[in-house]
Nanobody
Framework: VQLEESGGGSVQPGGSLTLSCAVS????????MSWYRQAPGKQRALVAS????????NYADSVKGRFTIFRDNTKNTMYLQMNNLKPEDTAVYYC?????????WGQGTRVTVIS
């Protein structure tokens, strides 16, 4: 399976971005999918995750109420809607797909929040 992120960029604080993660090789519904991020000098950390058919989601405390994870399995795509972005959201955002012991990552898309 291959994952390809898109939608990153530079925005001012308070701005919004929507990230996309396109899944190829297998149906996206096969996977629990997540967004992680890695800020400069920090470890990669979970941002949000979503169950196979979107019935449950989970968020890091730092993004609750600002970010929304959702998926469209008919398009084999997962999304992360990010609102009210803050400078501390600056990071490379990675898409992850997981089922049992199988774990796949995208190459990442950079988000920069700067005045």
């Amino acid at each position: 399976v291959q994952l390809e992120e898109s939608g990153g960029g530079s925005v001012q604080p308070g701005g919004s971005l929507t990230l996309s993660c396109a899944v190829s090789g297998l149906p996206s519904s096969s996977f629990i999918m997540s967004w992680y991020r890695q800020a400069p000098g920090k470890q990669r950390a979970l941002v949000a995750s979503i169950a196979n058919f979107g019935r449950s989601t989970n968020y890091a405390d730092s993004v609750k109420g600002r970010f929304t994870i959702f998926r469209d399995n008919t398009k084999n795509t997962m999304y992360l809607q990010m609102n009210n972005l803050k400078p501390e959201d600056t990071a490379v955002y990675y898409c992850n797909a997981k089922v049992d012991l199988f774990d796949s990552w995208g190459q990442g898309t950079r988000v920069t929040v700067i005045s």
